[in-house]
């Protein structure tokens, strides 16, 4: 849920925070207070689109940032980890600056991010839903995702043994395609993998060759002062400083001391181990530089075959294994493409097997979502009975694509309705009457609401157009939806004011020439003096009040019958 909302510079907004709770609040007040504002900084907080336009005139940028509290299974953890984003004890920080030159900086949980990620992650908190707002349930193309979400618990099971076989049908299409391409294309592939495969064979690479010529040639760049550091340790040991023949004295020396005074005996021993040593070391020196040989040839040689790697390594691979990988998958492809009529007898025989298994797996996912289709067409038309549209005909339509297949199977899914008795079922996205558009998007959304895993729904304004018994009808599915998901609503209804578990009450004042908004959540006796203004107009009457008193007191009666699951 969203649970902190800091506004400032934002529009009309100099300085607003705003504390939200659970379950259902009301934002109500006069036009152009702000209330629409306020979701505005919303949207934009979860990625929606801005510009300069909002920043507050004469400041430099806007700042929007708000905190959501979510828990362990919520869907936007794995969305986070996708974008290496760290959630710590279930709480999102999102943040959005909005500079005078209409730049945006984006963050979450205090990580840099670009505009989109921001959206994708912002997806799975927020909903918003507006008379004017494209949605998921208005687009055709999202029809589909959400009857799979619907029934996701059996759907999914299906999907992913279809992708399966999917993954395998694409991949033998693909292999089949590139075999069946022309002559001439398969003549040029063919001489060009034949060249790099001969290129890499007559280089006669090894294993970590590289490397170990790398070793040598530091070897023999730094051979003169290799050699003389270890002729000057030789003759050290041996030469005109003598080492070996002093240590050899000392050796002697405390041979006679150890002979009269034991107590010598364990220094005597230490020098002529150490002796010892040094005399199987000086052996090993000479023998080094017996065999320390400067060949200036074999440098240019090194040189000549580590440049010849080098070629290699920027044509085929970073490493030696690479390019032998790589050659070992050509050496492959070229036997292919010699011998491709008998490969592709062999590809098409296979896709032909597969496409009958992904067929089969294709039936059985469409036949799943048809049962699961009826379930919710079922829900849809009880819910829709709720919003007194009793005679309208919900339906989702199925279109196949066989013999064609997609990821997601061989369904096109669109939902259609009609609202009148005798008139045709139309496509949901071509549904115009602003009150029946707003009942059956609250039916929808009364089902949805639950499969979709959203932190907050907010319904800015959806209840335009209706009045009465529908008006209440709205109100009391509204504060259902709140039940499962915090609910924000703009309303201009009292009877949806009335269902509020929380009514903030939106304002605004002239200070210093200047319109700020402010944003106070209502005691019990401003809630009938709100709800009298929003039933009467500008004068309160003691006859509104009392009806403002009734529809608290209805709704209170209305919280506490135990509703049915939706």
């Given at each position: 849920m969203l649970s902190e909302l800091s506004i400032k510079n934002f529009a009309i907004i100099e300085a607003l925070s705003i504390s939200f709770e659970k379950g259902l609040t009301v934002l109500t007040g006069e036009t152009g207070a702000g209330k629409s504002i306020i979701i505005d900084a919303i949207h934009l907080l979860v990625g929606g689109r801005g510009s300069a336009e909002f920043v507050r005139h004469g400041e430099e940028k806007a700042e929007i940032e708000?905190?959501?509290?979510?828990?362990?299974?919520?869907?936007?953890?794995?969305?986070?980890?996708?974008?290496?984003?760290?959630?710590?004890?279930?709480?999102?920080?999102?943040?959005?600056?909005?500079s005078r030159s209409g730049k945006s900086v984006c963050r979450i949980n205090g990580k840099l991010v670009t505009i989109s990620t921001l959206r994708e992650v912002g997806s799975t908190l927020v909903d918003i839903h507006s008379q004017h707002e494209h949605q998921d349930l208005m687009d055709e193309s999202r029809h589909l995702l959400l009857l799979d979400q619907f029934g996701f618990e059996e759907i999914s099971h299906s999907q992913a043994e279809y992708q399966e076989v999917f993954h395998r049908y694409e991949q033998t299409s693909q292999k089949l395609k590139s075999l069946s391409e022309n002559e001439?294309?398969?003549?040029?592939?063919?001489?060009?993998?034949?060249?790099?495969?001969?290129?890499?064979?007559?280089?006669?690479?090894?294993?970590?060759?590289?490397?170990?010529?790398?070793?040598?040639?530091?070897?023999?760049?730094?051979?003169?002062?290799?050699?003389?550091?270890?002729?000057?340790?030789?003759?050290?040991?041996?030469?005109?400083?003598?080492?070996?023949?002093?240590?050899?004295?000392?050796?002697?020396?405390?041979?006679?001391?150890?002979?009269?005074?034991?107590?010598?005996?364990?220094?005597?021993?230490?020098?002529?181990?150490?002796?010892?040593?040094l005399e199987d070391a000086s052996r090993t020196l000479r023998n080094e530089l017996d065999g320390l040989e400067y060949d200036p040839q074999r440098l240019n040689e090194i040189e000549e075959r580590l440049n010849e790697i080098n070629q290699l390594k920027r044509k085929y691979g970073k490493t030696i294994e690479e390019i032998l990988e790589y050659a070992a998958k050509i050496e492959e492809e070229i036997e292919t493409l010699q011998n491709k009529e008998t490969h592709i007898g062999q590809l098409e025989k296979q896709l032909t097997s597969i496409k009958k298994d992904l067929t089969i797996e294709a039936q059985v996912l469409t036949e799943l979502r048809k049962r699961w289709a009826d379930k919710l067409t079922s829900l849809i038309h009880n819910e829709l009975k709720e919003l007194y549209m009793a005679k309208t005909v919900f339906e989702i339509r199925f279109e196949s694509f066989l013999p064609h297949f997609s990821k997601n199977g061989v369904d096109h899914v669109e939902f259609y309705i009609s609202t009148n008795p005798g008139e045709p079922l139309k496509p949901l996205s071509k549904i115009a009457s602003g009150g029946e558009l707003s009942r059956i998007m609250l039916a929808l959304k009364s089902i949805f609401s639950r499969h979709q895993g959203v932190t907050s729904i907010i319904f800015d304004e959806v209840d335009t157009g209706v009045s009465g018994r529908v008006a209440q009808s709205i109100a009391e599915k509204i504060y259902n939806v709140a039940v499962d998901s915090q609910v924000l609503c703009i309303s201009h209804l009292p009877q949806v004011a009335a269902m509020a578990d929380t009514h903030l009450f939106i304002s605004k004042v002239t200070e210093g020439g200047r319109t700020k908004t402010s944003v106070s959540p209502l005691s019990f006796e401003e809630k009938i003096k709100e709800i009298g203004r929003m039933i009467s107009g500008a004068e309160i009457t003691d006859l509104t009040k009392k009806h403002a008193e009734e529809l608290l007191?209805?709704?209170?009666?209305?919280?506490?019958?135990?509703?049915?699951p939706n």
């Amino acid at each position: 849920m969203l649970s902190e909302l800091s506004i400032k510079n934002f529009a009309i907004i100099e300085a607003l925070s705003i504390s939200f709770e659970k379950g259902l609040t009301v934002l109500t007040g006069e036009t152009g207070a702000g209330k629409s504002i306020i979701i505005d900084a919303i949207h934009l907080l979860v990625g929606g689109r801005g510009s300069a336009e909002f920043v507050r005139h004469g400041e430099e940028k806007a700042e929007i940032e708000g905190l959501f509290q979510i828990n362990e299974d919520h869907p936007c953890h794995s969305k986070a980890f996708e974008f290496g984003i760290e959630i710590e004890e279930g709480m999102v920080i999102l943040r959005r600056d909005i500079s005078r030159s209409g730049k945006s900086v984006c963050r979450i949980n205090g990580k840099l991010v670009t505009i989109s990620t921001l959206r994708e992650v912002g997806s799975t908190l927020v909903d918003i839903h507006s008379q004017h707002e494209h949605q998921d349930l208005m687009d055709e193309s999202r029809h589909l995702l959400l009857l799979d979400q619907f029934g996701f618990e059996e759907i999914s099971h299906s999907q992913a043994e279809y992708q399966e076989v999917f993954h395998r049908y694409e991949q033998t299409s693909q292999k089949l395609k590139s075999l069946s391409e022309n002559e001439q294309k398969t003549a040029h592939r063919l001489d060009l993998i034949q060249f790099q495969f001969d290129e890499i064979q007559k280089a006669k690479l090894k294993l970590n060759e590289d490397e170990q010529l790398f070793e040598e040639k530091r070897k023999l760049a730094n051979f003169e002062r290799v050699f003389e550091a270890v002729q000057s340790s030789y003759n050290a040991l041996t030469g005109e400083q003598k080492g070996l023949d002093w240590i050899s004295m000392v050796m002697g020396h405390l041979e006679d001391a150890a002979a009269l005074d034991s107590s010598y005996k364990e220094i005597y021993e230490s020098v002529m181990n150490s002796f010892y040593h040094l005399e199987d070391a000086s052996r090993t020196l000479r023998n080094e530089l017996d065999g320390l040989e400067y060949d200036p040839q074999r440098l240019n040689e090194i040189e000549e075959r580590l440049n010849e790697i080098n070629q290699l390594k920027r044509k085929y691979g970073k490493t030696i294994e690479e390019i032998l990988e790589y050659a070992a998958k050509i050496e492959e492809e070229i036997e292919t493409l010699q011998n491709k009529e008998t490969h592709i007898g062999q590809l098409e025989k296979q896709l032909t097997s597969i496409k009958k298994d992904l067929t089969i797996e294709a039936q059985v996912l469409t036949e799943l979502r048809k049962r699961w289709a009826d379930k919710l067409t079922s829900l849809i038309h009880n819910e829709l009975k709720e919003l007194y549209m009793a005679k309208t005909v919900f339906e989702i339509r199925f279109e196949s694509f066989l013999p064609h297949f997609s990821k997601n199977g061989v369904d096109h899914v669109e939902f259609y309705i009609s609202t009148n008795p005798g008139e045709p079922l139309k496509p949901l996205s071509k549904i115009a009457s602003g009150g029946e558009l707003s009942r059956i998007m609250l039916a929808l959304k009364s089902i949805f609401s639950r499969h979709q895993g959203v932190t907050s729904i907010i319904f800015d304004e959806v209840d335009t157009g209706v009045s009465g018994r529908v008006a209440q009808s709205i109100a009391e599915k509204i504060y259902n939806v709140a039940v499962d998901s915090q609910v924000l609503c703009i309303s201009h209804l009292p009877q949806v004011a009335a269902m509020a578990d929380t009514h903030l009450f939106i304002s605004k004042v002239t200070e210093g020439g200047r319109t700020k908004t402010s944003v106070s959540p209502l005691s019990f006796e401003e809630k009938i003096k709100e709800i009298g203004r929003m039933i009467s107009g500008a004068e309160i009457t003691d006859l509104t009040k009392k009806h403002a008193e009734e529809l608290l007191f209805l709704a209170s009666e209305n919280k506490k019958i135990e509703k049915l699951p939706n």
